[in-house]
T-cell receptor, first 115, second 108 residues
Framework: DTEVTQTPKHLVMGMTNKKSLKCEQHMGHRAMYWYKQKAKKPPELMFVYSYEKLSINESVPSRFSPECPNSSLLNLHLHALQPEDSALYLC??????????????FGDGTRLSIL | RKEVEQDPGPFNVPEGATVAFNCTYSNSASQSFFWYRQDCRKEPKLLMSVYSSGNEDGRFTAQLNRASQYISLLIRDSKLSDSATYLCVLDTGNQFYFGTGTSLTVIP
């Protein structure tokens, strides 16, 4: 069982909807990540939070808006998405970014479909 | 040039075979290296970290060659349950980079 919990598992939304993806970890990790993964491709990094501050934004369109309310939670707010945004959205966490050999632990993802 | 290059395969091997995957990387400042496995429609799961001295976990052996800038994963005595996509990941300290993944199918 994964120690990073993502909800919902599946989400179908229209292009005008607003929804949020949620991620939670209780391992005391201080770095959290959002990835987007299309079929048969590796995960693509979207955002990195380190100590609740956004440290990397990989030029993600503004229709994706991350939020880190506290050290255990990471949200991804979605608005006016496009059909090409349909993908598996993965959250991950790692202990912190200050030391080497700190692997990421992934949640089981939210499978998002945009109609 | 991509940060990480990985042979996508597919590798189709019989049960009991030994199979090896490599990844090459371009950033010599890369600090940490990992192998993940990902089953179809599941999340990536950490298989093992890769240390400079090489490390082994049961049937799996990982090696790092900093001079030639590659990492490898060796799987001995392949099982049907080893069928998955294997992703190499490197951490430069700024961010993580993923290889494209190598697909392995172990055939009965």
């Amino acid at each position: 069982d994964t120690e990073v919990t993502q909800t919902p598992k599946h989400l179908v939304m229209g292009m005008t909807n607003k929804k949020s993806l949620k991620c939670e970890q209780h391992m005391g990790h201080r770095a959290m990540y959002w990835y987007k993964q299309k079929a048969k491709k590796p995960p693509e990094l979207m955002f990195v939070y380190s100590y609740e501050k956004l440290s990397i934004n990989e030029s993600v369109p503004s229709r994706f808006s991350p939020e880190c309310p506290n050290s255990s939670l990471l949200n991804l707010h979605l608005h006016a998405l496009q059909p090409e945004d349909s993908a598996l959205y993965l959250c991950a966490s790692s202990q912190d970014r200050s030391r080497a050999n700190q692997p990421q632990h992934f949640g089981d993802g939210t499978r998002l479909s945009i109609l | 040039r991509k940060e990480v290059e990985q042979d996508p395969g597919p590798f189709n091997v019989p049960e009991g075979a030994t199979v090896a995957f490599n990844c090459t990387y371009s950033n010599s400042a890369s600090q940490s290296f990992f192998w993940y496995r990902q089953d179809c429609r599941k999340e990536p799961k950490l298989l093992m970290s890769v240390y400079s001295s090489g490390n082994e976990d049961g049937r799996f052996t990982a090696q790092l060659n900093r001079a030639s800038q590659y990492i490898s994963l060796l799987i001995r005595d392949s099982k049907l349950s080893d069928s998955a996509t294997y992703l190499c990941v490197l951490d430069t300290g700024n961010q993580f980079y993923f290889g494209t993944g190598t697909s392995l199918t172990v055939i009965p």
